[in-house]
């Protein structure tokens, strides 16, 4: 989502001015705090000796209580085994994603014949691994899948020729696209996640229940109107219904 740090320092952007409308109204005192993603969806558990997370697991910050909820979180299957999500505030129906390769690319349709660039703990990227196979979606050989810790490192590859194409989200991708030269090639996905929501710990249903109540509001509002007209990239369409999603989950293996 639309995150920065302002000449003062500050953090400002969609998501700062999302929790601050969406708490007030549920009548919680919200303090923000910026934390790696790391913390809220680990990339990796180095200390089990994992060196990937594809199931989503949630990170040590949730683990240790050092956050009740994040925001800018999507919405998907994997995680809801270890996280309860809110109402969505994006429409999922508008937050597609796809192969975002050079322009002029060309790829089979199940993407076996390029070399894809995947990033850490990112929704999208579960996506992926639970559709690449023998008889799946897509067939891309392991030895052609890359996996980055982040952005800036993924996008260097795909600058570099190193990947052909990166799986990523449309609206993630915007700036990307808008700086020229890239275009997202293949079939859209459209199903890969629920909306962007508040991911909150299991044991924290009663703030779950405040943000439902008044995410549902808050969506009605001349304030959300333009917040979603300030952040354009932003699918936030007002129109989208609200869907109740499985809010509680356990983490399984």
Known sequence: SDLNIDGASQLVGFDVELVNGACALAGLECAIVSIPWQSVI???YADLGWNGNPKTYPGVGFNDGWFDCSSGTRNTIPRQQGLSFSYPYTNPAVDTAGF???TGTTMATDASDIKVGLQGAYAVTA???ANNGAGKK??????SVFEYGNQAD???ALDSGA???VVY??????AKVASGGYEFIGEQIDDWANGVS???HPAKGSIVTSLNAAISAYRETDEFAALCEKYPTVPCTIAAPIVEYSEVGTVGD
């Open 100 to 102: 975002l390769a050079k």
């Open 127 to 129: 996506y992926f691994y």
């Open 169 to 174: 989200g449309t609206s993630d991708a915007a």
């Open 154 to 156: 993924l996008y260097a």
């Open 42 to 44: 680990a990339k990796n």
């Open 198 to 200: 508040f991911a909150c």
């Open 138 to 143: 897509y067939n891309v050989p392991e030895g």
């Open 163 to 165: 990947i052909d194409a």
